[in-house]
């Protein structure tokens, strides 16, 4: 195992440095031209808008929003767009690296993007969210196109916004161009299974990881905080599986019942935004004590940075699978990698979502439809095939699984650089 001392550095305060750092060690196992690595630590370019918003009482709002792209050298940019009030450059930027290792990853033909909205769409009506969403998809429109940059859903975005954002480009374009965008409802484009598929992918990378460590499902815990597109969907994928899922949550606290929860009695954040910390369950909890349960398995699937040094030494989980993008600091990495608690990293978990995108894309572009069993089955081998060519390198060097995903990735990234050309 290659450890690095923890250090006395403060934390990375944005996901760009940790973003960076994970490149870094990657790269140190790898013969990669240096150069490629420089290039690779930037992104091509950061576009910043501004949406004016005029709100139901009549008065005038701006809201900023960006999109990153990070890089394209195995096809078009690729990654979702959030609704957040947290939303900052340099989020976007570190979220859009993590999209090109990711499609690398699942060896999709695209590259990475993140873009974003500075906005709590909690205060949004949905008149307003429609008409900040067709704004947003008229500023970005000379970025993005099927076959250039294609948006898709994240936090605080759903199917709704996509289907708003394809019909603004559309109406511009003066015909119907559903590949511009992914997450889209069926009826219009959209894929069947897209919503559920991050959560489904962090389900079959937990049990694959389960299995991996030879435990048995009907004996697993979990604990998985936030309850939205991908942490109840992963929750609902294990508690199928027979996994008791001890612990959800939302922005507001935790219910926690030893025995297991129902989860499909509990309502996830697209049915009910907030309904979690309000059910009728055995105890509560805050949303740190959810992270630090003795539990096997802790599924992190909110927001960004919540392992951090501060509870890394508290966590008690045997095994931690990353459902959100980015929610374990570089120096939380390090210590969980001293306390030999493995952490299967965001970029193959949750690859889900971007995997049945690019699956939407072709739908798309092919003008034809798969069935919800196709896009199970084809999710399904896509993930296995990711999650094995991971576990070689795993079992074949002494790394960390965060390493050994980032090998695989950067690998494909720097043979596709090397052979293009691009660089210098
Ligand atoms: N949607 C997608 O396709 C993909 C999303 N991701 C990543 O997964 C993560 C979650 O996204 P997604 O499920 O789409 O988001 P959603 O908006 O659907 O759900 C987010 C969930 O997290 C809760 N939450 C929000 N803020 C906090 C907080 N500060 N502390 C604890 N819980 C909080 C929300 O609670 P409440 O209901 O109260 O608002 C909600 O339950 C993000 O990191 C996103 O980038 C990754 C791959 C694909
Ligand atoms: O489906 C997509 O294109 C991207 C989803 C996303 O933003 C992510 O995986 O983080």
Redesign the pocket.
């Known amino acids: 195992m290659t450890t690095t001392e923890p250090t006395s550095e403060p934390e990375p305060e944005s996901a760009v440095e940790t973003a960076r750092r994970q490149l870094e060690r990657a790269a140190a196992h790898l013969d990669v031209d240096e150069g490629i690595v420089e290039r690779l630590r930037h992104p091509t370019s950061v576009y910043r808008v501004t949406i004016p918003l005029e709100r139901d009482d009549g008065s005038r709002e701006m809201f900023t929003g960006y999109r990153a792209h990070h890089d394209s050298v195995r096809g078009p940019y690729k990654g ?1 767009l ?1 609704y957040h009030p947290g939303v900052t450059e340099e989020e976007c930027v570190g ?1 859009s690296m993590w999209m090109t290792w990711k499609c690398a990853v699942m060896d999709l033909p695209f590259g990475g993007a993140k873009g974003g909205v500075v906005v709590d769409p ?1 205060e949004l009506s949905k008149d307003e969210t429609e008409r900040l969403t067709r704004r947003l998809a008229e500023e970005l429109r000379p970025v993005i196109g099927p076959m250039k940059d294609i948006p ?5 975005t ?1 199917p709704q916004e996509m289907a708003w954002f394809m019909d603004a480009y559309s109406m511009q374009q003066g015909e119907t161009e559903p590949g511009v965008v992914t ?1 889209k409802p069926p009826v219009v484009g959209g894929s069947y299974g897209r919503e559920r ?3 489904r992918s962090v389900g079959i990378v937990a049990r694959e990881a389960i299995e991996y460590y030879d435990w048995d499902m009907e004996d697993t815990t979990v604990a998985v ?8 969907n992963a929750a609902r994928y294990l508690d199928n599986l027979g996994a008791s899922i001890v612990a959800v ?4 606290g935790a219910i926690y019942d030893p025995d297991g929860l129902d989860t499909t009695d509990v309502e ?3 049915e009910t ?5 309000g059910y009728d369950a055995p105890e509560t909890l805050s ?1 740190d004590e959810l992270l630090e349960l003795d539990v096997d398995v802790l599924i992190p ?4 940075n ?1 392992l951090t040094a501060e509870n890394a030494r508290d966590v008690s989980a045997n095994l931690i699978v990353e ?5 374990t600091t570089s120096t939380a990495d390090q210590i969980f990698e001293e306390r030999e608690i493995p952490v299967i990293p ?1 970029i193959i978990a ?2 889900g ?2 995997t049945v995108s690019y699956f939407e894309w072709l739908q798309d572009i092919n003008r034809r439809k798969w069935s919800l069993e196709r896009v199970h089955e084809e999710l399904e081998d896509e993930m296995l095939q990711a999650w094995n060519a991971i576990r070689e390198e795993y079992d074949a060097r002494d790394v960390t699984w965060r390493d050994a995903t980032y090998i695989v990735a950067l690998s494909r990234i720097a043979d596709a650089h090397d052979v293009r050309g691009l660089w210098p």
């Open positions: 979702g959030r979220l909690k898709a859903p994240d936090m605080g759903g997450g598929a991050p959560g905080q936030g309850f939205g597109s991908v942490g109840a949550s939302d922005i507001d996830d954040h697209d935004p907030g309904m979690v910390s949303n699937a909110a927001i960004g919540v459902g959100a993008n980015g929610p965001d949750n690859a979502g971007v």
